[in-house]
């Protein structure tokens, strides 16, 4: 299994453009989340998906957009880049029911100018 | 609001020494209680906690909850400078909603 993985690794936007993070999971994991990590920020939860078609806001969505449309992947859509989106992104997913333990992706480093 | 606080931000200690990383929270539907440790790319799982005053331990890493005074504990003994990292404490209050707090960095001098 290659468990969750992101592309691309590090990515430098101009304000104003758009763009997908990618993540995948081979795990048939039922809920998968976007988080963003800041300094001093901790990580915060974007949006999550408690399965296929079905998804909803985090603590920090504005700006952002997703799509469940498979088990495996959660894209995750920047719509007009602005440099306060300057983070790390984290996707992570679980298992559904009462196995909370969340399996992190490697991350994505988006720099926007 | 949900919240989850750690002390202290960060932590210099010789190797060998024993540490102790808080955790309190405060969560409306408090469901578990998880800590991570982040290296230099993504957080990997250490412990899960639901029920007060029953420790888990893995190794010279341990951990407690206390359901009643809503804090959690993170002891590592013997440290060692791998241990050198940010460890991450969250709650989920229901469903996939995480709330993390902002991480202890523990530095190991050797």
């Known amino acids: 299994n290659a468990g969750v993985t992101q592309t691309p690794k590090f990515q430098v936007l101009k304000t104003g453009q758009s763009m997908t993070l990618q993540c995948a999971q081979d795990m048939n994991h039922e809920y998968m989340s976007w988080y963003r990590q800041d300094p001093g920020m901790g990580l915060r939860l974007i949006h999550y998906?408690?399965?296929?078609?079905?998804?909803d806001q985090g603590e920090v969505p504005n700006g952002y957009n997703v799509s469940r449309s498979t088990t495996e992947d959660f894209p995750l859509r920047l719509l007009s880049a602005a440099p306060s989106q300057t983070s790390v992104y984290f996707c992570a997913s679980r298992p559904g029911g009462l196995g909370e333990t969340q399996y992190f992706g490697p991350g994505t480093r988006l720099l926007v100018l | 609001e949900d919240k989850v606080v750690q002390s202290p931000l960060s932590l210099v200690v010789h190797e060998g020494d024993t540490v102790t990383l808080n955790c309190s929270y405060e969560?409306?539907?408090?469901?578990?209680l998880l800590w991570y440790k982040q290296e230099k790319k993504a957080p990997t799982f250490l412990f899960m906690l639901t029920s007060s005053g029953i420790e888990k331990k893995s190794g010279r890493l341990s951990s407690i909850l206390d359901k009643k005074e809503l804090f959690s504990i993170l002891n590592i003994t013997d440290t060692q400078t791998g241990d050198s990292a940010v460890y991450l404490c969250?709650?989920?209050?229901?469903?996939?909603?995480?709330?993390f707090g902002t991480g202890t960095r523990l530095t190991i001098i050797p």
């Open positions: 969250a709650s989920n209050f229901g469903n996939e909603k995480l709330t």
């Open positions: 969560v409306t539907n408090f469901r578990s």
């Open positions: 998906s408690v399965g296929a078609g079905i998804t």
